[in-house]
């Protein structure tokens, strides 16, 4: 049986690399015993064995939310309506960031434990391919088109480029050190990769699939989000605690917005007025405007050892896992409340929302 990782404090606050090492480490080799199967769960949200749970058909009916579990080797998915688990699937060993495809028929994994893309076919919740990528893959990006995933390889220092028409790697491009995260322009002409290991962010040019600028950051840059037009990227830095404001044009910083403790992962309100930070030590969500640059509110999302990883962001709601309460909360974008706290699986890491489909 494993147990939880203990509750993190001031003092023993690590890089990002060092706790998802520490985490891993704790993780026995359950490779072995993964299948490509999905698991019924139970209702009320907990990710246990259940009842019949819902039909393909009613899934399609209305937006999905799904979470990887670090330390289960698994993904829970939600439905967004009711805020309850309705299916647990196994993905490979140490899944980590996620990402959906536009149209909401295939997420894609990142298993740091098992340097592999899981591609899960959400019409079915099964797992239909496996791409060997880099070391220790942790970060996922689309295109807007989805027809290219960018992953960030923390033991390669690389991005592997994919095909998700083939399900293969047409390219892999050196960045800097221990890449954590990626995320895309919208128009699809670059994706900014944070460099935790060496506090720089890389500019990947997509149509020639070359690092054309690497800008500043601060230490241990670890989440990255970037506006409509490519003009502002934010940049979540753990070590020195706070939000860099980049210009990748000109590969400066325009400001740096101070947040305390261990902010991890950004991300942008759809409109781009508004980026929501999750901070590890106090356990909260610190929401920024971007006109400003000021932190407008805080949101607390559970005490200290909470630890608020990642967020992924609706035009009516906030989602963010929290790795040492084993949870998801789901915060009013309107009201700035916590709407819901779900119970999922060990060690939650990434979450991404399907649209709602009619």
């Keep these: 049986m494993r147990s939880r990782p203990p509750a993190r404090t001031a003092t023993t606050d690590r890089h990002a690399g060092d706790r998802r ?57 939600i439905d967004a309506g009711t805020n309850k688990v309705v299916a647990t ?100 002409a670059v994706a900014l990769v944070a460099n935790s290991g060496s506090g720089t962010v890389s500019v990947i040019d997509t149509h020639t699939r070359r690092v054309t600028r690497t800008l500043p950051a601060g230490r241990s840059p670890v989440g990255v989000a970037v506006n409509a037009a490519a003009s502002l990227a934010y940049v979540a830095n753990e070590a020195t605690a706070g939000v860099s404001v980049l210009a990748p044009g000109t590969s400066t910083i325009t400001t740096t917005i101070s947040l305390g403790e261990g902010p991890f992962d950004v991300a942008l309100a759809p409109d781009d007025r508004t980026a929501y930070v999750t901070v590890l030590g106090p356990g909260a969500v610190a929401v920024i405007d971007t006109h400003s640059n000021r932190v407008s509110a805080t949101v607390p999302v559970g005490s200290p050892g909470t630890d608020p990883f990642n967020l992924d962001v609706t035009s009516h709601a906030i989602y963010v896992t929290e790795q040492g309460a084993g949870t998801l909360t789901v915060i009013d974008q309107k009201t700035l409340k916590v709407i819901a706290t779900v119970t999922v699986g060990n060690s939650p890491y990434g979450v991404a929302v399907s649209p709602q489909r009619t």
């Design 89 to 188: 699937v196994a993905a490979g060993v140490g899944p980590e960031g996620i990402a959906l495809a536009p149209d909401g028929r295939h997420a894609y994994i990142a298993n740091s434990g098992s340097a592999l893309v899981s591609v899960l076919d959400t019409r079915t919740n099964t797992i239909v391919a496996t791409v060997p990528v880099g070391a220790s893959p942790s970060g996922v990006a689309l295109s807007p088109n989805g027809l290219t995933l960018y992953v960030t390889n923390g033991g390669s220092n690389s991005v592997s480029i994919l095909d998700t028409r083939t399900n293969r790697v047409a390219a892999t491009v050196a960045v800097g050190i221990s890449p954590v995260s990626v995320a895309t322009s919208r128009d699809g």
């Design 21 to 77: 090492r520490r985490r891993t480490a704790l993780r026995p080799v359950l490779a072995a015993g993964v299948s490509l199967l999905i698991t019924s769960c139970s209702p009320a949200g907990s990710a246990g064995p259940s009842s019949a749970g819902t039909s393909v058909a009613d899934a399609a009916a209305s937006g999905r939310v799904y979470v990887t579990n670090q330390l289960d080797n698994t993904v829970s998915v």
